[in-house]
């Protein structure tokens, strides 16, 4: 059994998502209200890992010997996993851009055409999204790193390095 304190979790992520929802309602731009409803979205995926986890810990507290009891182990250690590989890892998760680079072909993949292009040393690269911006998301983006350890990124693709760069 894994050492995740799935209850904890679960308050916060559902906290966040409410404070996300109430940091949404002041939102002056298209590109803040997407970062806000992918953050939603995401928190909402994480909400639901966490209930899936508590639901296997009640299993687990039947029988023992009991099949039931055996599939909420199993189930347990897949959502471990899935925590730790998915929302844990040291790449955060994207909420706007993000940038697919296949170092084998030395191909980048623009998400807005849908194809691969040629990865040159003119870009493209990740901007940092200003605060400003995403109306106050990244301090609540910090927040959640800081809490729960699962980071997000709000970036967009330039490819003009005067753009204020930031990979």
Same mark, same amino acid.
């Given at each position: 059994? &894994?050492?995740?304190?799935?209850?904890?979790? +679960?308050?916060?992520?559902?906290?966040?998502?409410?404070?996300?929802?109430?940091? =949404?309602?002041?939102?002056?731009?298209?590109?803040?209200?997407?970062?806000?409803? =992918?953050?939603? %979205?995401?928190?909402?995926?994480?909400?639901?890992?966490? =209930?899936? %986890?508590?639901? @296997?810990? #009640?299993?687990?507290?039947?029988?023992? &010997?009991?099949?039931?009891?055996?599939?909420? @182990? *199993?189930?347990?250690?897949?959502?471990?996993?899935?925590? @730790?590989?998915?929302?844990?890892?040291?790449?955060?998760?994207?909420?706007?851009?993000?940038?697919?680079?296949?170092?084998?072909?030395?191909?980048? +993949?623009?998400?807005? %055409?849908? #194809?691969? =292009?040629?990865?040159?040393?003119?870009?493209?690269?990740?901007?940092?999204? #200003?605060?400003?911006?995403?109306?106050?998301?990244?301090?609540?983006?910090? *927040?959640?790193?800081? *809490?729960?350890?699962? &980071? +997000?990124? @709000?970036? #967009?693709?330039?490819?003009? %390095?005067?753009?204020?760069?930031?990979?």
């Amino acid at each position: 059994m &894994s050492d995740i304190d799935h209850l904890t979790l +679960f308050t916060q992520f559902c906290g966040f998502k409410i404070v996300v929802l109430a940091n =949404r309602l002041g939102c002056d731009n298209g590109l803040a209200r997407i970062a806000h409803d =992918r953050l939603i %979205a995401r928190l909402g995926d994480l909400i639901n890992l966490m =209930r899936d %986890a508590l639901a @296997a810990e #009640r299993n687990l507290l039947l029988d023992e &010997s009991s099949q039931q009891n055996r599939n909420a @182990a *199993e189930d347990l250690y897949w959502i471990a996993e899935e925590y @730790a590989h998915r929302w844990l890892s040291d790449r955060p998760v994207p909420l706007l851009d993000d940038l697919t680079i296949d170092l084998a072909t030395r191909e980048v +993949f623009d998400a807005h %055409a849908r #194809r691969w =292009r040629p990865l040159e040393d003119g870009g493209p690269w990740l901007r940092n999204v #200003r605060d400003a911006e995403l109306c106050g998301l990244r301090r609540i983006i910090d *927040e959640i790193a800081a *809490e729960t350890g699962v &980071s +997000f990124s @709000a970036c #967009r693709i330039v490819y003009d %390095a005067s753009d204020g760069v930031t990979l």
